[in-house]
């Protein structure tokens, strides 16, 4: 018994469509290698450059009231990529604690940019928990102290006259040590970035 010509068929139009489908699957292969060969994308570089902290004080009752104050030097390294920063948070953490937040101001950063952002942080009355409040006098004495610094943004990527859905770039900048006195230099201290 012979098949009939839906069946031969069959396979046929099965393994046109395979052929298809990898066909398209090479082209946008390429299209992304060639693209990115184009533009070589580099890794965002941050770090804090200075850092002050103004009236601390903690009081008997373990609450903290204290100002603040960082410079983040932002560094765009691509030659044909630019950011835009919709939103910036910035946060200052001591031993897993958060002890102030604040917004930084919305900006854009052209290519092969550097950005200086000023945060500006107020911890007014923040409880402190388990032995941070132990701790923090100890360092106090010793004339420095170190925190982290996290920072969350919300950004768009451009190119040319394209733009990328809004991404979310988490950077962590841990163990920055801060100097009670401003007589001492200031160490940058490099970040980390999760985008």
Sequence with gaps: MAPSNSQSARPNLLRYIAMVILALIILVGIAVLITWLVLRPKRLVY??????????NLTDADHLNSNFYFTIRAYNP????????????VSV???DQTLATNAVQ???????????LHASLNAQTVALF?????????ERTSGDIELDVWIKARIRFKVGKWKSEHRTMKIFCSNVL???????TFPRTPCHVDL
Excluded: C, M, W
């Design 106 to 116: 919305p900006f854009f950063q052209g290519h092969k940019n550097v950005t200086r």
């Design 130 to 138: 388990g032995n941070v409040p132990k701790d923090l006098k100890l």
């Design 93 to 95: 953490r001591y031993e």
């Design 178 to 184: 801060v100097k009670f006195s401003r007589k001492k």
């Design 78 to 89: 691509n030659h044909r990529v630019s950011v835009y920063y919709d939103s910036v948070e």
């Design 47 to 56: 770090s804090v450059e200075d850092a002050e902290i103004h009236n601390f």
